[in-house]
T-cell receptor, first 108, second 114 residues
Framework: GQNIDQPTEMTATEGAIVQINCTYQ??????LFWYQQHAGEAPTFLSY????GLEEKGRFSSFLSRSKGYSYLLLKELQMKDSASYLC?????????FGAGTTVTVRA | EAGVTQSPTHLIKTRGQQATLRCSPI?????VYWYQQALGLGLQFLLW???????NRGNFPPRFSGRQFPNYSSELNVNALELEDSALYLC?????????????FGQGTRLTVV
């Protein structure tokens, strides 16, 4: 089985930084994904980590520590359009399992 | 390049009927995944196909089934529909299992069972 946990909700101010944590307990870990999902839309791929460390892509960065079963997604210079649900997903065995998602609300 | 396409966009069925949902992966992708997302809930893994074979399935009853065709497109079939099957059904595709570094989603099929 698998257990993927992330906070339910986070609120931040436009221009600020928000860090969304994800912890996981899975068998056969083979990589961790982050997706963004706006209400009523399909998830959009943001990042993929398979080795420990930080991956940076513009305003978004993702970090992985395999020994701790831990990842975070860092959103910098928040914009109103970043208000969405952020999904952590773990590839393990022949599955890609998702956490329940973190709803981020950006306020002016 | 076309992304993952799903059809139909919306589907309304009555309880007890069967539904067939279709997914065309990105060109060159051989893996297709199906997920169910009920309103306000997370993505629940349904099925994973790669190279025409079912690699894994989630904790869903047997009335949820599917297949992958030689051109890597896929169908999800739901038999004996129940009201709680109403959800957004999402398909994603990627390169083969051993090369899974990105997985892209289609826009989904919204199934409503009345």
């Amino acid at each position: 089985g698998q257990n993927i946990d992330q906070p339910t909700e986070m609120t931040a101010t436009e221009g600020a930084i928000v860090q969304i944590n994800c912890t996981y307990q899975t068998s056969g870990f083979n990589g961790l994904f982050w997706y963004q999902q706006h209400a009523g839309e399909a998830p959009t791929f943001l990042s993929y980590n398979v080795l420990d460390g930080l991956e940076e892509k513009g305003r978004f960065s993702s970090f992985l520590s395999r020994s701790k079963g831990y990842s975070y997604l860092l959103l910098k210079e928040l914009q109103m359009k970043d208000s969405a649900s952020y999904l952590c997903a773990v590839r393990h065995d022949y599955k890609l399992s998702f956490g329940a998602g973190t709803t981020v609300t950006v306020r002016a | 390049e076309a992304g993952v396409t799903q059809s139909p966009t919306h589907l309304i069925k009555t309880r007890g009927q069967q539904a067939t949902l279709r997914c065309s992966p990105i060109s060159g992708h051989t893996s297709v995944y199906w997920y169910q997302q009920a309103l306000g809930l997370g993505l629940q893994f349904l099925l994973w196909y790669d190279e025409g074979e079912e690699r894994n399935r989630g904790n869903f009853p047997p009335r949820f089934s599917g297949r992958q065709f030689p051109n890597y497109s896929s169908e999800l079939n739901v038999n004996a529909l129940e009201l709680e099957d109403s959800a957004l059904y999402l398909c994603a595709s990627s390169l083969g299992v051993s090369r899974l570094t990105e997985a892209f989603f289609g826009q989904g099929t919204r199934l409503t069972v009345v």
